[in-house]
């Protein structure tokens, strides 16, 4: 996993930001005791597991990046988990020079901007806090196949910036990509070791569509936590820039 320690002033300072953007929407949230996760299930009556809520998930046309949540039974999720959020970016909101990889199975959608990309899973307790990020299989989603470096350069572009059906929700969700990026990352580029040791090990099967194989990495997390370890790295870097300049260097001839 990579030191957060490692990372630049600049990258931190974003990453401060994304602190920020997630404490302030889940103060106004506390104020009237709601959470992220209700904002989405609220007039939806009786949770139902495996559905969608929003129904027809959260869509931003402008950046074209999609977000929903749901639950899985119950025997079924992780001990005090209630659900996940899924995040998702389409081809028309990524980056130039982002193609699928060229599996033996894919087939490009009637509508290319279909062919979107699972960028991580956030994982949320009974109280609605963030507890885990995880990556998945191909197979769970139903989503077009990037390549770990492509997905790394899909994140900074997923953005869902209007109000409904829960503007501090769509804010939340926004910057918890941004303030936990670096482990994302490395979720990534384990997701895809995971799935080339599979196929090794199953040379049989076809490791996209392997039941058995569903989460392919995942991580514990916690907000308050990350944000500590920000502000802490964030500190070091700005002591190492704010030390006296070297005295002057004089040549000889």
Not at 2 to 8: A, G, N
Not at 46 to 75: I, K, N, S
Not at 111 to 130: E, K, Y
Not at 215 to 242: F, K, M, N, P, Y
């Amino acid at each position: 996993m990579m030191e957060l320690s490692e990372l630049s002033r600049d990258e931190l300072q974003a990453m401060s930001e994304a602190a920020r953007e997630v404490r302030q929407c889940q103060r106004v949230l506390a104020k009237t005791g709601d959470t992220v996760v209700g904002e989405l299930l609220r007039g939806h009556g009786t949770l139902y597991e495996w559905r969608h809520y929003p129904p027809g998930d959260v869509y931003d046309a402008e950046y074209h990046a999609q977000y929903y949540y749901h639950c899985h039974p119950e025997d079924e999720r992780p001990d005090g988990e209630h659900g996940h959020f899924h995040t998702f970016l389409r081809p028309l909101g990524m980056p130039p020079g982002m193609e699928p990889v060229p599996l033996k199975d894919y087939e490009e959608p009637d509508n290319p901007n279909d062919a979107l990309s699972h960028l991580v899973g956030i994982a949320m307790d009974v109280a609605g806090q963030p507890v885990r990020l995880f990556t998945t299989n191909r197979w769970v989603t139903g989503e077009t196949w990037y390549g770990a470096e492509d997905v790394i350069r899909m994140l900074d572009s997923f953005t869902v910036d209007h109000a409904r059906p829960s503007w501090p929700a769509n804010r939340w969700i926004t910057a918890m990509l941004r303030l936990f990026r670096p482990q994302i990352i490395s979720l990534l580029h384990e997701r895809d070791r995971t799935v080339a040791a599979w196929s090794d090990r199953h040379p049989d099967g076809w490791v996209y569509e392997d039941r058995t194989l569903e989460v392919t990495s995942q991580i514990l997390i916690s907000v308050e936590e990350q944000i500590a370890t920000v502000e802490h790295a964030l500190r070091g870097v700005r002591r190492r820039s704010s030390v006296l300049p070297e005295p002057p260097r004089f040549v000889t001839p």
